[in-house]
C-alpha cells in the first residue's frame, strides 16, 4: 500500500508539535481564530504548522509510477511570541524536538531546510505586539 497523500505524517506531527507551548499549536491559523493572552495582555506563545503539497522525487515520476515513488512534504513552523528573545526561544524548541525525528514507519527523518522569515508586529487596540519566526522542515514519504 502507497501513502504519498501525507496525512498521517500531517497528523503526527502535529501531535507531536502540541508538546510544546502548552499545546498551542494549530494547523494554520484562522482569522476568527482567539488569541490566547497573558495577563498583561501580551501574546502567548502558539505556533502554527503550514504543511506542503507531497511532491513526487524520482525522476520517472511521469512514467506512471508515481504513486510508488518516495514524496517530499516540505513542513513550516510559523511561531509567534510576545518578544523576539521568546520567538528565538521557540524556534529553538522546534528544532529540539523535530530534528531527526520521524513521523511514521514509511516516512523519513525530519530534516531542518533553509528559508524562513522574523518579523515583529505594533500593537493594534484589540491586537498586541508579537515577534514572529519561521522554521522550516523536509520530510521524505512513501519510503
Do not use: C, Y
Not at 509510477?65 to 511570541?81: C, D, K, M, N, Y
Request: glycine share 10%; hydrophobic share 45%.
Amino acid at each position: 500500500m502507497t501513502n504519498f497523500d501525507g496525512a498521517a505524517e500531517s497528523a503526527a506531527i502535529l501531535a507531536h508539535a502540541k508538546t510544546l507551548f502548552g499545546g498551542r499549536v494549530t494547523e494554520g491559523l484562522a482569522d476568527d481564530e482567539t488569541i490566547a493572552l497573558n495577563s498583561d495582555s501580551t501574546v502567548k506563545p502558539f505556533a502554527a504548522i503550514l504543511f506542503g503539497e507531497p511532491i513526487a522525487s524520482g525522476k520517472d515520476r511521469n512514467l506512471g509510477r508515481e504513486a510508488t515513488q518516495p514524496h517530499i512534504v516540505g513542513v513550516s513552523f510559523v511561531l509567534t511570541a510576545r518578544d523576539s528573545i521568546t520567538a528565538r526561544s521557540m524556534s529553538a524548541d522546534i528544532l529540539n524536538l523535530f530534528m531527526d525525528w520521524q513521523p511514521t514507519p514509511t516516512s523519513g527523518l525530519m530534516l531542518p531546510v533553509g528559508g524562513g522569515a522574523a518579523f515583529g508586529t505594533i500593537a493594534a487596540s484589540n491586537v498586541p505586539s508579537r515577534f514572529v519566526r519561521m522554521r522550516n522542515f523536509s520530510v521524505e514519504l512513501n519510503l
